[in-house]
C-alpha cells in the first residue's frame, strides 16, 4: 500500500505544484507588463512541462535512466496516440497544414536528432548542450515569426497568448506570487520523489524493467495536464488547440528536458528504448505530421486506431517486446 500511496501521491503533488509555479509566475510576470505571448511561449511553456523535467531529473540522479528517459518518449508517444486519440475521439480536430508546418518541421527535427544522439547509447553534456542550443535558436525563431507574421505562421500563436490568459488568475499580490512559485516548485520536486521511488519499487514488485514502468505509468501521469487540456477543449470543440500544445510539448520534451538532464548527468539510454521505443516515437510522429498533411486533421477512425494502437503498444511493454524479431 506505501508504493500506492507514494505513486498518488506524486502524482497529486505533481499536477497541483505545477498549477500553482504557472500561475504565479505568470502573475509576477504580468506584473513587469511582460506580453502575453512572451508569458506563454516561455513560463507556460516550461512550467507546463515541469514534472516530465523534475520526474526525469529525478531518475537520472538515483541511477534510474530507463525512467528518465522512458518517461520523456512514453510522454511523446502518449500525447500523439493517447490524448490526441482521445481529443478527436470526442470531436474531430480539423487543422490548416500550413499552419503546422514550422512547429511540426521542429518537433519531426527534434525527433531525429534524439534518435541519432542516442543511438550512441549515452547522451552526454555536449550533446545535451547541442539539444538546447536548438530549443534557443527554435524559440528565437519562433518569437520572431509569431511577431512577425502573428496570423499565418503558426497554429500556436493564438493558443500560445490564449494558455497565458487562462493563467492570468493568479495571485492577487507580489508576495503571494512568490509564495505560490515557491511552494509550487517544492511540491512538484518533492512529488517527483515520491513517484520514482513508486515507480522503481513497482518495477521490481512486477519483474520488469524500470524503462517499462517510465514508458507506461510514468509517462502517462506526467501526461495528465496535457489530456485535460485536451479532453476540455474538445468538449469546447476547440480540438485542433490540442495539436499546437502536443506539438510544442513534445518539442519540449525532447530538447529541454533531456538537454537539461544531460548536462547535469549524461544519461545511459536503456537498450529497450534503442531497440523498439525510440523508433516507435519516430513512426507516430511521422503518423501524426502525415494525418495532419494529408488528411487535414484527425478523424475519428483515425483517432481510434491511434487509441487502439496505444493500447496495443502499452500491453507489447509489459508482455514482451523483448520477444520482438529485431
Known amino acids: 500500500m506505501t508504493t500506492v500511496f507514494e505513486i498518488i501521491g506524486g502524482f497529486i503533488l505533481l499536477l497541483f505544484g505545477a498549477e500553482y509555479l504557472v500561475r504565479g509566475a505568470v502573475s509576477l510576470a504580468t506584473r513587469l507588463k511582460v506580453s502575453p505571448m512572451i508569458i506563454g511561449m516561455t513560463i507556460v511553456a516550461y512550467g507546463t512541462t ?14 534510474q535512466p530507463g525512467i528518465s528517459v522512458g518517461n520523456v518518449i512514453g510522454s511523446n508517444i502518449a500525447n ?37 544522439l542516442a543511438l ?17 535558436t527554435y524559440s528565437i525563431y519562433a518569437f520572431w515569426t509569431e511577431r512577425k ?39 512538484v520536486v518533492f512529488g517527483a520523489r515520491l513517484l520514482v521511488a513508486g515507480a522503481v519499487t513497482t518495477a521490481r514488485e512486477f519483474g520488469v524493467g524500470e524503462e517499462v514502468i517510465g514508458l507506461t505509468m510514468v509517462a502517462i501521469g506526467t501526461s495528465l495536464p496535457e489530456l485535460a487540456t485536451a479532453v476540455v477543449a474538445a468538449y469546447r470543440k476547440h480540438s485542433d488547440v490540442a495539436i499546437g500544445n502536443i506539438i510544442g ?71 514482451g517486446v523483448e520477444s520482438l524479431p529485431f
Open 50 to 63: 515541469a514534472p516530465e523535467l523534475v520526474v526525469s531529473l529525478e531518475g537520472a540522479l538515483i541511477g
Open 120 to 136: 550512441e547509447g549515452t547522451i552526454n553534456r555536449v550533446q545535451g548542450i547541442l539539444m538546447i542550443g536548438a530549443l534557443v
Open 149 to 187: 507574421q502573428h496570423r499565418v505562421a503558426s497554429a500556436n500563436g493564438d493558443v500560445i497568448a490564449q494558455e497565458a490568459e487562462e493563467f492570468s488568475e493568479g495571485p492577487k499580490s507580489t508576495w503571494l506570487a512568490i509564495i505560490s512559485v515557491v511552494g509550487g516548485i517544492a511540491a
Open 249 to 319: 510539448a513534445n518539442i519540449y520534451n525532447l530538447l529541454a528536458i533531456m538537454g537539461v538532464v544531460s548536462i547535469v548527468t549524461p544519461l545511459k539510454v536503456p537498450p529497450q528504448i534503442l531497440k523498439f521505443d525510440l523508433w516507435f516515437m519516430l513512426g507516430v510522429t511521422i503518423v501524426l505530421l502525415a494525418s495532419i498533411t494529408l488528411k487535414r486533421g484527425i478523424s475519428r477512425p483515425v483517432a481510434i486506431g491511434f487509441l487502439g494502437t496505444y493500447a496495443a503498444y502499452t500491453a507489447l511493454q509489459f508482455y
Open 80 to 116: 500523439i496516440l493517447l490524448i490526441l486519440g482521445t481529443s478527436a475521439l470526442i470531436f474531430p480536430i480539423n487543422c490548416n497544414p500550413r499552419a503546422l508546418y514550422r512547429d511540426g518541421s521542429v518537433m519531426l527535427g527534434s525527433a531525429f536528432l534524439f534518435v541519432g
